[in-house]
């Protein structure tokens, strides 16, 4: 009995140290944390040495952050980096929401349905924190609103380690295949915003070896990406999904293709949501012609590229692969 009474679960040692981080102003030290927490504090009585203690705090000091609680490290005042009597707390802003915002009961569930769109795997950090302060609120906000809510998943395994490198400012390493190109090239970043647009996910950021501001798709990233131990400033963040978006919807504005679109097609039903009416049929805008040259093909005979005429040739090649496949032949180039 005295040896299960010093073995109190992981998940209740969690709750008792979130509950004594967040009780003190000023910090605990790692010492004042084993040795008066419970959860520790048996461990340490019971024996345990002062290393397995250190790195079971570690272990959960891990588990807090990957729950979005964030737990903060103080050190000296005279010399920030020495961490030697470095204290730890939860600041309880973390769990505060600004005095001047309300919000109603309907727009508390509209936000509770937004968390629910997104995986929890892929769910920031900051949206999770975000929804952690709603609920703090003390009201309920669980109950559905709709008959069911979607769900966005994430098929581009680059997402989550792009989404962690920028909530912890840290420059990354992948290798990116651009259109047209037979071998990939390393990128260094400076990750800034995951934007989506167009139905698929960009990074943005800042290019070491161009020396300038960049976009990349992340369907088009061929390796791992790699987090380095390199930083930025988190302040280069601010605004850098607004700058990404915009700048997307500048190239889209350049690249306009001349579409003729079947009525009542599925390409119609697809297309005309982002077209233009024009003298011959309609003007879409799209951000990249290699991909937008897969979707184009895809309709088949219910889209007609007029031009630009890479596009048409770049449409009409994908569909002749096809045939070529399929083994028929049909002269593509030469209809009107």
């Not at 010492?31 to 790195?55: C, F, H, M, N, T």
């Amino acid at each position: 009995m005295a040896h299960e009474s010093t073995r109190a679960a992981p998940e209740e040692r969690l709750v008792n140290l979130v509950v004594a981080l967040m009780a003190t102003e000023q910090g605990l030290t790692k010492d004042a944390i084993l040795s008066s927490v419970a959860g520790y504090r048996e461990q340490s009585e019971s024996g345990a040495s002062k290393d397995a203690l250190e790195k079971m705090f570690e272990r959960d000091k891990q588990t807090l952050r990957s729950l979005a609680i964030h737990v903060e490290t103080i050190g000296d005042y005279a010399d920030p980096d020495d961490l030697r009597e470095a204290r730890y707390r939860i600041p309880t802003a973390e769990y505060e929401l600004p005095a001047d915002i309300d919000f109603t009961p309907a727009e508390l569930a509209v936000l509770n349905l937004a968390s629910g769109v997104w995986s929890e795997s892929s769910m920031s950090a900051d949206a999770r924190s975000g929804l952690r302060k709603i609920r703090a609120l003390g009201i309920d906000v669980d109950a559905p609103i709709i008959g069911y809510s979607p769900r966005i998943n994430l098929r581009e395994a680059a997402f989550v380690p792009l989404q962690r490198a920028i909530e912890q400012a840290r420059v990354v390493q992948f290798a990116y295949l651009k259109a047209g190109e037979d071998a990939a090239h390393r990128r260094r970043l400076r990750p800034l915003a995951l934007v989506e647009y167009e139905a698929r996910w960009h990074v943005y950021g800042f290019d070491l070896d161009q020396q300038d501001v960049r976009t990349f798709l992340l369907s088009r990233i061929v390796s791992d990406v790699e987090i380095t131990k390199t930083s930025f400033d988190l302040a280069e963040r601010d605004g850098a999904g607004e700058r990404a978006l915009a700048g997307l919807e500048a190239l889209a504005e350049r690249q306009q293709a001349l579409l003729e679109i079947t009525p009542g097609t599925e390409a119609a039903l697809r297309l005309n949501r982002r077209a233009r009416a024009a003298g011959q049929g309609f003007h879409v805008p799209y951000v990249d012609g290699a991909i937008f040259a897969d979707e184009l093909a895809s309709y088949g005979p219910e889209v007609r590229v007029v031009e630009p005429v890479a596009l048409r040739d770049e449409v009409i090649a994908r569909l002749e692969r096809v045939l070529g496949l399929h083994g028929e032949a049909l002269p593509v180039r030469s209809q009107p």
